[in-house]
């Protein structure tokens, strides 16, 4: 390491602008080619400096490429079962290390460190012992093609992954990525977000100790000038990006340019529909949770389009603004707090001109102003949550990615209309169905537009199940034994033609069989 790992947050706030990370390539801690440096900042903090980062640029990439190129062959070639122990070890130093990352975390990104932070460490070593289980499963299957044939298909690795992530959940995005790839046989490049990349590199020294040199590589730096030179690199085989539906775009376009396998895991304006006979206090916890508020609601799978039916549209809606009147909007590192920061002044901005926007409207009511829950005294990028009632699905603060804590309230009355409404969306990353008939509740889930449909529950992802979008919210899937497979391996078909031999003859018995025999 660099410097000693902080223990406290006082100490990561303390050590601040003179603690330096360095980027982590071909096993060696690294500055960057040409000197460049980047402040990271506190979102909880306003103006407080928490570490500087090398700004890598497109040599840097080049050389990280590079060591991963060189350590593939050596690490394809393990048995699974070495890679799976590989990755279980690392899963443990996690698991270890899991208040410190969760500290970190919450630091670098502004989310409260009870109810994000904590979880979010914890999921993380639980991805890496989830592929190490799942290591062993890549598998191949043979055809009956007669007996002059043996025709066998195997699962190969990609080769060397290029892995961008986002600030919102870096550790959970990058459990997603890292282990999934390796646990294939891949080798990988990881571009932490310019925003909140202290975990990831902090995540590679843990993982140091457990891989060869070059399997796992970490960039920090700007999109424009790393993500991009990664995205574009000749030698990288598969690129693997979390981020905004705009920036995948691009990624997009470069990457199909040099055909090269690509997932994408983009935006989403998730619709949350609320039946008549679920006008519950449960129902309510839930829909809060779908929407991320105690992540600023800082998600892609925000639940932030709320169509109440008509009959219990005030009395849930009443229920809702209480229960977000509740919330502690405060500094991430306080146990007490549930909502933490944005993450920087320009999501700050962003988020705000669309409040502003929505209280200026004559015909919307603003449910719940969140401004005024921000406690005076607290110096960061606060805002607390904000609810507009009786909107128009078609209104831009209903369709467009706010990426804040900004829900927008729908009523409806006909089942085959709020379905059309959830539907009427570029995005198709996840629903939230909340209905007590099960039958109508799967037939919902069944037309609506998505990628992963929760039913009565806000929170329900659990490690395994298969997790992206459809329409603009992305391509592929990750998370999964069938992410993996389907993201970080391809598939070849080896034909062989067997020689003719012919029946060796068979000596003549006496018919007696012999009873003993096994």
């Known amino acids: 390491m660099s410097v000693d790992a902080p223990t406290s947050p006082n100490e990561i706030l303390e050590q601040g602008a003179s603690r330096e990370w360095r980027m982590y390539i071909g096993g060696e801690r690294v500055e960057a080619a040409d000197g460049r440096w980047t402040d990271v900042m506190a979102p909880s903090r306003s103006g407080t400096v928490i570490g500087r980062v090398p700004r890598a640029a497109a040599a840097d990439v080049d050389r990280a490429v590079q060591a991963a190129r060189a350590a593939l062959p050596g690490w394809r070639g393990l048995p699974a079962t070495a890679r799976q122990k590989a990755l279980l070890a690392i899963a443990e130093d996690l698991y270890a290390h899991a208040e410190e990352l969760a500290l970190l975390t919450a630091t670098d990104t502004g989310n409260a460190l009870r109810t994000q932070a904590r979880p979010e460490s914890q999921t993380l070593a639980n991805l890496f012992r989830y592929f190490a289980g ?273 829900m927008v309230v729908i009523p409806w009355r006909d089942e085959d209309e709020v379905l059309a409404m959830a539907n009427d969306s570029s995005y198709g990353l996840a629903a939230y169905i909340w209905c007590h008939d099960l039958d109508r509740a799967l037939t919902a889930a069944a037309r609506i537009e998505s990628g992963w449909v929760q039913v009565n529950q806000g929170g329900g992802q659990v490690v395994g199940q298969s997790y992206g979008g459809v329409k603009e919210s992305g391509i592929g899937r990750e998370f999964s034994l069938e992410g993996m497979l389907e993201g970080f391996t391809h598939i070849k078909q080896i034909n062989v033609k067997l020689s003719a031999r012919p029946a060796e003859p068979r000596e003549a018995t006496s018919g007696k069989t012999d009873v003993g025999a096994p």
């Open 134 to 406: 799942v290591a062993t499963e890549v598998k191949g299957t043979v055809l009956p093609a007669g007996e002059d044939q043996l025709q066998y298909t195997i699962r190969e690795p990609v080769g060397v992954v290029g892995a961008i992530l986002p600030w919102n959940s870096p550790l959970m995005i990058a459990g997603m990525k890292i282990p999934a790839a390796l646990a294939a046989g891949n080798t990988i490049v990881v571009k932490a977000a310019e925003d909140a990349p202290l975990t990831i590199l902090r995540l590679a020294e843990l993982c140091a100790p457990h891989l060869p040199a070059g399997v796992l590589n970490v960039l920090t730096g700007f999109g424009e000038d790393c993500g991009a030179a990664l995205v574009a690199h000749p030698q990288v085989d598969k690129v693997s990006f979390t981020g905004s539906t705009e920036v995948g775009r691009i990624v997009g376009a470069v990457a199909g340019e040099r055909l090269v396998p690509l997932s994408l895991e983009l935006g989403g304006k998730s619709p949350s529909i609320v039946w008549p006979d679920s006008c519950d206090d449960a129902t309510v916890e839930g829909v809060l949770t779908a929407m991320r508020f105690t992540r600023q609601g800082q998600s892609c799978t925000a639940g932030s389009r709320l169509f109440l039916h008509e009959d219990i549209y005030e009395d849930f809606l009443d229920r809702v603004v209480a229960r977000l009147k509740q919330l502690v909007v405060g500094d991430p590192l306080d146990e007490a707090t549930d909502m933490g920061a944005l993450i920087s002044q320009e999501q700050f901005d962003r988020v705000s001109s669309y409040v502003a926007e929505g209280k200026e409207r004559d015909d919307v009511t603003v449910a719940l102003d969140g401004s005024g829950q921000v406690p005076s005294g607290l110096e960061g990028l606060y805002l607390g949550p904000t609810v507009f009632s009786r909107a128009d699905n078609s209104w831009r603060l209903a369709q467009e990615e706010i990426f804040g804590p900004v």
